[in-house]
């Protein structure tokens, strides 16, 4: 197969996360025949950089040229700490997600049995954790009408949905829930106590919930929610939110996982579909070699599984588990004996392209270690 992709490196340690996930896509093509192309878009604060604008209209164009988008992060500290910026890296996503129409983000949520001990949650908590987060990503606050006082003393932001915002991604969600390898559990996430845009969730999310008969429909409140991932996280099959809400959930559930840096995500609308790990541009490790790539190399298998190529995934996602078995792992994951950012690509791909000696003691890699965590 041929397939041409946008590649979005972005901020901070967007471009060494992405450069990883290329390096498998490249592995996947040598072992299964494939042909992989990829043109290059800036968005975020290297945008701003280079053209003053942090979403340029050559990379929306490229986008939707192509099959599929991979993204890395944006973001940069001297927008974050400049409350007064008027252009900022984060507006390029923003606009990137309106443009394409990405109105859904999923985010699956899983477990690995050689990394509970980062979690603080007991391990019979964890095993069998397998949740997935429909989170909405073109509405609610982020996109709602913004006003600042002259004078500097009063800020607002507002909430909107549309009845047919919320139906769209609950339709994708109820979908999801009723595939055979879910347990048919459909939890909406809201704040229907206090919001008018949470009882419109929740009207909408009863009005359609009929036409799914088999999926099970449980409410919750954000607050709730947001104790019950870490109380009991089991319990959840598929998760449906808001965009704020969904956010914030869904890097608090990554704590079960092990780190931000493991989970991936696909951005899903009506066109061209965006691959994105959740964390962002990790500003503090930039250039160093030390971010996890795993989410980014994770969002590239969702990414293989949308364009049709299963099997590929998951020997992408084997690859990944040979490594966190086997503690080839990034400082996150082991601030004590950890391996660069390139050199667990390098493993992945390997792996991916058969290339791992059967001794591992053969491989060539280098292992750091360090005494300060
Ligand atoms: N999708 C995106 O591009 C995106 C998402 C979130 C934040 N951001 C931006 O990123 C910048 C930094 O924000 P932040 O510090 O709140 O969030 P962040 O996700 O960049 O980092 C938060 C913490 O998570 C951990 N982490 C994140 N990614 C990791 C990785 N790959 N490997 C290992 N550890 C990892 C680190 O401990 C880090 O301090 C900001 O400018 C923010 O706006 C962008
Ligand atoms: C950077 C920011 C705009 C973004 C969001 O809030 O959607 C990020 O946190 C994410 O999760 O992708
Ligand atoms: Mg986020």
Not at 36 to 54: Q, R, V, W
Not at 158 to 168: A, G, L, V
Not at 188 to 210: G, Y
Not at 280 to 294: L, M, V
Request: aromatic share 8%; charged share 25%; net charge negative.
């Amino acid at each position: 197969m041929q397939k041409h992709i946008a590649v979005i490196l972005g901020d901070g340690i967007g471009p060494e996360v992405t450069q990883q996930s290329l390096k498998v896509l490249d592995a996947v093509a040598e072992k299964f025949g494939h042909e992989f192309s990829y043109e290059y878009g800036l968005m975020g604060a290297d945008a701003i950089d280079k053209t003053g604008n942090p979403l340029p209209d050559e990379t929306l164009e490229i986008c939707r040229r192509s099959d599929a988008i991979l993204f890395g992060a944006i973001g940069h500290p001297k927008y974050d700490n400049d409350p007064t910026a008027k252009v900022r890296p984060e507006q390029g996503l923003l606009r990137i997600r309106k443009e394409l129409q990405l109105y859904a983000n999923i985010r699956p949520i899983n477990t690995y049995a050689s990394l509970h001990h980062l979690c603080p949650l007991k391990p019979q908590n964890l095993e069998g954790v397998d949740f997935i987060i429909f989170r909405e990503l073109t509405g609610g606050i982020y996109f709602g009408n913004k006003q600042k006082a002259e004078d500097g003393s009063s800020a607002s932001d507002s909430c909107t949905y549309t009845r047919e915002e919320i139906e769209r991604i609950a339709h994708l969600a109820f979908h999801f829930a009723q595939k055979p390898e879910r347990r048919k559990k459909l939890t909406l996430v809201d704040k229907a106590n206090v919001l008018e845009t949470s009882r419109l969730w929740r009207k909408v999310v009863q009005d359609i919930a009929p036409q799914y008969p088999d999926v099970t429909v449980d409410y919750m409140f954000v607050d709730n929610a947001a104790m019950q991932i870490i109380l009991n996280p089991k319990q959840f099959d598929v998760v449906l939110t808001e965009n704020m809400f969904g956010d914030i959930i869904s890097d608090e559930a990554s704590v079960l996982s092990g780190s931000l840096g493991l989970l991936p995500s696909a951005s899903v609308g009506t066109g061209t579909v965006l691959f994105e790990p959740i964390h962002g541009s990790y500003p503090q490790a930039a250039g160093k070699d030390i971010a996890n790539p795993i989410g980014s190399i994770l969002s590239t298998a969702l990414m293989l599984e949308y364009l049709g190529m299963n099997e590929e995934a998951k020997l992408v996602r084997k690859a990944v588990e040979w490594t966190l078995s086997s503690k080839f792992v990034t400082k996150d994951i082991d601030p004590l004996n950890y391996y660069f950012t390139s050199t667990i690509g390098d493993l992945i791909s390997d792996f991916v392209a058969d290339r791992i000696p059967t001794d591992i003691n053969q491989l060539n890699i280098e292992l750091r270690k360090s005494t300060l965590i």
